[in-house]
């Protein structure tokens, strides 16, 4: 697995990245700093990413926030701070596995397979998720494409749908890019 490390201690470092490496990983980038990592992970494309650190800043955060958003991937953060708001807002930031006190070299490899897991569980309930809205959405715009063709045509509902069918059809398209021509097409003539 290729991961990016940041540790802002770099003795720290040294023994993780050992441990990482005995794992059979491959530490592909690191700093001693969160700065610049939306740029580094697109460059080096991680796998993973590590954070070890005292406690994470609120600009960490926010650098973890972004990733997470733009270029998803597990992530797991080793620190000492186990306090509540810290460990929620770090989840919040997209941070998979929040390790407290517990950086033994011996315990690597099942917190990355924890956090691998849990990533990979959230990105297909995201996935799923995004997909739901979008067929919400399209029923949406057909719900109103066939109030259209109720309208104008003077169609009962089953009728509206039938000839939005058969149209999208013969025309290879989507029942929901037939339903926004509709809708843009009565839009310009009203």
């Keep these: 697995m290729r991961i990016m490390l940041i540790d802002e201690n770099m003795e720290r470092a040294l023994t993780l990245k050992q441990a990482l490496c ?13 700065l610049d990592m939306i740029k580094r992970v697109a460059e080096t494309q991680p796998d993973m990413i590590i954070i070890d ?10 650098h973890l926030a972004a990733v997470h958003r733009d270029q998803p991937r597990p992530i ?3 620190t000492h701070d186990g306090e509540s708001d810290k460990i929620k807002a770090a989840l919040h930031a997209g941070v998979s596995s929040y390790i407290v006190n ?3 070299p011996s315990r690597i490899k099942p917190i990355l ?13 995201r996935l799923q998720l ?5 067929t919400l959405a399209e029923r949406k715009i057909i719900e109103r494409a066939k109030g259209i063709l109720m309208k104008q045509r003077n169609f009962n509902e089953e009728d509206a ?18 339903a926004q021509q509709i809708i843009a097409i009565s839009e310009l003539l009203t």
């Design 22 to 34: 005995e794992a059979g990983n491959e530490v592909v980038f690191e700093s001693s700093s969160a």
């Design 53 to 62: 650190t005292e406690s994470p800043s609120r600009d960490t955060l926010e």
């Design 76 to 78: 797991v953060m080793f």
């Design 102 to 104: 517990g950086l033994d």
């Design 113 to 125: 397979d924890v956090a691998i897991s849990r990533f990979e569980a959230y990105q297909a309930m």
């Design 130 to 134: 995004d997909k739901a809205n979008t």
């Design 161 to 178: 749908f039938q000839a939005m069918r058969k149209t999208s059809m013969e025309r290879s398209l989507k029942m929901s890019e037939l």
